[in-house]
């Protein structure tokens, strides 16, 4: 029997969530003209990328470390969305240091913060739009993962930023949960301090970790995206209705929504995109850079969505996809991550630029 239950205005079915999806998918895979390589090189694992928008919406900058999930911070720059990159950017030295995967998050009109994880969990401030940076220093006294997967500004105007630990840090959050604890730590002054981690989210089987977040279209609602990593079961989603403070109990997403490192845009007209490696448990591009759209109101009501794309082919297991996405003015998306696009060798970072209207065409 199907139970409903309902968290502030948003309903859904509580059953066992299927395998795969029914909805199609369109390939781009194969459309190298929409490519950009920025960067690679020889023999050298270049991964797990992340980008941030300038405030003239056309200038990105993408940060990436030299390895797989950890090593030195690589800096590059885009003049034209994306179209042509630069050469690697000078940056402070102890980016050198880095243990895990950066992250870069645009929270004021010419400051942008990157985060370091693992313990203690480290940040690095620029306050002119990424000409110059301070080297990274701990945020507090606490480890994490993936930090910060996502960074939210809440209405009050502090910034809520997320990441997860498997318990190598925290500890498991009690004795009859799983060690996959989801965090979100508040700054009030756009990054310069922050409060101590509180748990969001947490699951008595399913390892919940690598938080993405969407704001629906009023702005009332934030949804929080979250990779499952036992493998055992499709993504999960929590809502919050009072700008992070609360959060539903997590449940499974639909197939076509499942995946790791979930990012989000919207484009103009109002449908989302959302970018993510393809986890599905039955998906003929699992393992692959895949895209999904649909509305906020699929996301909300555990609907399937319109289409998915594979963006990207990737020929080693599952190793690519920690994406990022932007969209410029005229409506262009660009997202940016890591992959093995070249069979048999090392992964590097590409951009792909496309908007919404070019893959319903080929629907």
């Excluded at 739009?129 to 990274?136: F, Q």
């Excluded at 009690?174 to 700054?187: E, L, N, P, T």
């Excluded at 036992?230 to 609360?246: C, G, I, L, P, W």
Aim: hydrophobic share 35%; charged share 25%; aromatic share 10%.
């Amino acid at each position: 029997m199907v139970r409903r239950r309902e968290f502030l205005g948003t309903a859904f079915a509580v059953t066992a969530a299927p395998r795969g999806y029914t909805i199609p998918v369109v390939d781009i895979s194969g459309e190298s003209s929409r490519q950009t390589v920025v960067d690679r090189e020889a023999g050298q694992y270049l991964g797990h990328p992340t980008t941030a928008l300038l405030r003239d919406r056309r200038t990105i900058l993408c940060v990436y470390p030299k390895g797989h999930g950890k090593g030195a911070i690589l800096l590059k720059r885009s003049p034209d969305g994306g179209k042509t990159w630069s050469e690697r950017l000078p940056v402070p030295e102890n980016w050198a240091t880095s243990l895990e995967t950066p992250t870069i998050h645009r929270v004021g009109p010419k400051r942008l913060i990157l985060f370091s994880g693992l313990h203690p969990i480290r940040m690095s401030r620029s306050e002119d739009e990424g000409a110059t940076w301070t080297p990274l220093q701990p945020i507090g006294a606490f480890g994490g993962i993936v930090a910060m997967s996502a960074v939210v500004t809440l209405r009050d105007g502090a910034l809520a930023a997320f990441f997860h630990d498997d318990g190598r840090f925290f500890g498991p959050a009690d004795s009859g949960s799983r060690a996959f604890v989801v965090y979100k730590a508040i700054s009030r002054n756009l990054g310069l301090s922050w409060d101590p981690p509180q748990i969001v989210a947490r699951h008595s089987r399913a390892h919940l970790c690598e938080p993405g977040i969407v704001r629906s279209p009023d702005g009332k609602q934030l949804a929080m995206l979250l990779r499952e990593n036992s493998r055992k079961f499709n993504s999960f989603v929590t809502f919050s209705n009072d700008e992070a403070k609360t959060w539903s109990e997590p449940r499974e997403l639909p197939a076509a929504l499942t995946g790791d490192r979930h990012a989000g845009v919207y484009a103009r007209g109002g449908r989302l995109f959302l970018s993510f490696r393809d986890t599905t448990l039955e998906s003929a591009t699992k393992g692959d850079w895949v895209g999904w759209v649909g509305t906020y109101g699929d996301l909300a009501n555990g609907r399937e969505g319109q289409y998915r794309v594979r963006l990207m082919k990737n020929h080693k297991g599952a190793d690519c996809a920690y994406p990022s996405l932007e969209r410029l003015p005229d409506d262009t998306i660009v997202a940016t991550t890591y992959g093995h696009w070249t069979e048999g060798e090392a992964p590097y970072v590409v951009s792909l630029r496309f908007r919404l209207a070019d893959l319903d065409r080929k629907r």
